[in-house]
């Protein structure tokens, strides 16, 4: 996914919003997309990632004009990105704990099982978006970034043994 500026030129895989007041992920939109792409905000700015091969545009609009890339990103974009894959995380983290609670007590171990499937693969895209990300801007960034991409790769790995768990089926015997 590429991003481009308002007169269309293109501007990379990155981009950062300067001078702009409460960014927030109602200000974006999002057209065409084939693939998977994740917005977060925590209500002062953004953060967009893609899996990796996906296409569509990404527009903002900042007080009725519509401003698409802008280039380099500063630490402080640098660390809402971060930031954002980390929520991301923490919401999988959640719907974790429920297929879980839902599996430990043989309720639905099918759906449970699924949605197990659908937190690796998540953990999965949050590993390869957090490993994509820049962190030229902060202090210590890429130690930063190693060490959240090991720490991710490790829930990615319990997650894959929580599916095998619900692969194996339900028994209350300690499976």
């Given at each position: ?109 099918d759906g449970a099982t699924e949605a197990l499937r659908a937190v690796a693969d998540g953990r999965a895209r949050q590993v390869d978006a957090l490993a994509g ?43």
């Amino acid at each position: 996914m590429s991003y481009t500026n308002a007169t269309g030129d293109g501007v990379g895989t990155h981009y950062a919003v300067g001078g702009a007041q409460r960014i927030t992920t109602q200000n974006v939109t999002v057209q065409d997309v084939k693939g998977e792409i994740h917005i977060v905000g925590d209500g002062n700015g953004i953060a967009v990632t893609a899996v990796s091969g996906t296409t569509g545009k990404v527009a903002i609009e900042l007080g009725g004009a519509v401003r698409k890339g802008a280039g380099n990103s500063s630490g402080k974009d640098q660390a809402a990105t971060i930031d954002g894959v980390l929520g991301w995380s923490g919401r999988s983290r959640s719907s974790l704990f429920a297929a879980l609670a839902d599996l430990e007590a043989c309720r639905d171990v099918d759906g449970a099982t699924e949605a197990l499937r659908a937190v690796a693969d998540g953990r999965a895209r949050q590993v390869d978006a957090l490993a994509g990300v820049d962190v030229s801007a902060l202090s210590g960034g890429g130690a930063i970034r190693d060490t959240l991409v090991r720490a991710l790769k490790f829930s990615w790995q319990a997650d894959r043994a929580f599916v095998r768990w619900g692969e194996s089926g339900c028994a209350k015997d300690g499976n």
